[in-house]
């Protein structure tokens, strides 16, 4: 009888911990701790299939378009893409507003880490006529970033100059190339406030 009664709440917990999600969406912009800019990562580094945070359901999901899961059809996204929470983004598409996109260049990261982040720079896109702006970051824990000496826009460009042309060319082929025009880049200070403007 005891041991049934043991048993029982332990049958229980994975489907009362599997209903417990975290709302990436309300989750502060920078940690309580070390105030340091946060990005929830979507899509992990090395992985082809597009994937977005549903606040609806607190869920990352496949992204589909008429009933089929959207693939980049070019190389693997070359860092971790997510969105910094509490900011909001105009998508260009209806008036739609989003959190700001970003990308952590590091080693792959499970959808739903929070990692903190170094601003680097804001890349501008044309997609299909409509404006879209992502963040490019580093890990803030130095031991967490596969470019050590990178730390601001001029040292990644001065000791890692093939990164921004690699980053402008798969942002180009991650839609349709003809679809794609990459409109500019500027440094971590324009980023910076161009994120605290866009703030929630």
Not at 104 to 121: F, I, N, S
Request: include cysteine; glycine fraction near 8%; proline fraction near 8%.
């Amino acid at each position: 009888m005891r041991a049934s009664a043991l048993l029982f709440p332990a049958l229980l917990l994975p489907g009362l911990l599997s209903g417990c999600h975290t709302n990436y969406a309300e989750l502060p912009t920078f940690s309580a701790e070390r105030k340091l800019l946060q990005v929830v990562v979507a899509m992990p580094a090395g992985t082809n299939h597009e994937q977005h945070y549903n606040p609806a359901t607190h869920t990352f999901e496949r992204q589909q378009e008429a009933g089929t899961e959207e693939v980049i059809e070019f190389l693997p996204v070359p860092g971790n893409l997510g969105f910094v929470p509490g900011t909001r983004v105009a998508t260009g598409m209806g008036g739609a507003e989003a959190p700001l996109a970003a990308l952590v260049l590091a080693e792959t990261q499970p959808a739903g880490t929070v990692v903190e982040v170094t601003p680097l720079a804001l890349l501008t896109l044309d997609v299909k006529g409509a404006l879209q702006t992502v963040l490019l970051a580093v890990p803030a824990r130095p031991a967490q970033r596969t470019l050590p000496d990178a730390t601001d826009w001029a040292t990644l460009n001065q000791h890692y100059p093939g990164v921004r042309p690699s980053l402008s060319l798969w942002f180009q082929h991650r839609y349709r190339p003809a679809e794609t025009r990459i409109v500019g880049w500027k440094n971590e200070k324009e980023a910076e406030k161009f994120l605290r403007s866009h703030l929630e």
